[in-house]
């Protein structure tokens, strides 16, 4: 009986590793976002280490991140920038939606800030699906970009659902900062749980679940 309780590989145990990975990972994406300019590379990484080390239980899930991240660095610090540059300016343009809604336009100012908003999602569900495709398939920067708003476009429903799923975890984030240790990881798994069932049909079929 006890040897069967401290097995490590029986399911107990199997699935406090995976939480453990899902932590240890989340730690590892937080650290290597610091630069900034790394924040795509290190969100590419994070997804192939949840979904390749925590959905499939694949060996050297660490090590699996950092060679991604090393690999993906040029393409996604581009990633990065363009994002950084759209998010800036959504967030004046909505300033200034703002701004104008309060100086006693407010119908004009309502409308502008309920495009930009349907504007900045679009933007943020382009740049998310980008970042997670570059860690299945190999692309240079046109060449994702263009896949990037295929994919959001063909699949709405999901990128809106990726879109929330973010907003809501960084919301919970900056109010519980402890949960930046292991929420970043689970939005991730969620999230691959839509994005593997769009990639399906484009991958070898050893790589499918």
């Not at 994070?46 to 080390?53: F, N, T």
């Not at 398939?137 to 708003?149: A, D, I, N, W, Y």
Request: hydrophobic share 55%; net charge positive; glycine share 8%.
């Amino acid at each position: 009986m006890f040897s069967s309780i401290f097995n490590p590989e029986n399911d107990f145990w199997q699935f406090v590793n995976q939480v453990a990975n899902v932590a240890g990972l989340s730690i590892c994406w937080v650290f290597l976002c610091l630069p900034i300019v790394t924040i795509g590379a290190s969100t590419t990484a994070l997804y192939d280490a949840i979904y390749h080390g925590v959905r499939r239980n694949e060996r050297g899930v660490y090590l699996r991140f950092w060679n991604t991240f090393r690999a993906n660095l040029k393409v996604g610090a581009i990633w990065t920038v363009l994002g950084l540059g759209v998010a800036l300016v959504c967030a004046y343009l909505m300033a200034f939606s703002f701004w104008v809604a309060r100086a006693g336009n407010a119908p004009a100012g309502g409308i502008a800030l309920s495009a930009l908003a349907v504007l900045s999602g679009f933007f943020l569900a382009t740049w998310l699906f980008g970042a997670i495709t570059l860690s299945r398939f190999e692309f240079g920067f046109k060449g994702l970009l263009k896949t990037s708003v295929q994919l959001v476009f063909s699949h709405l429903p999901s990128a809106a659902a990726t879109v929330f799923l973010t907003v809501a975890a960084a919301d919970l984030c900056l109010r519980a900062w402890g949960s930046v240790l292991l929420l970043p990881g689970l939005a991730m798994l969620i999230v691959s749980l839509m994005m593997e069932r769009i990639f399906r049909p484009f991958l070898p079929e050893k790589d499918v679940e």
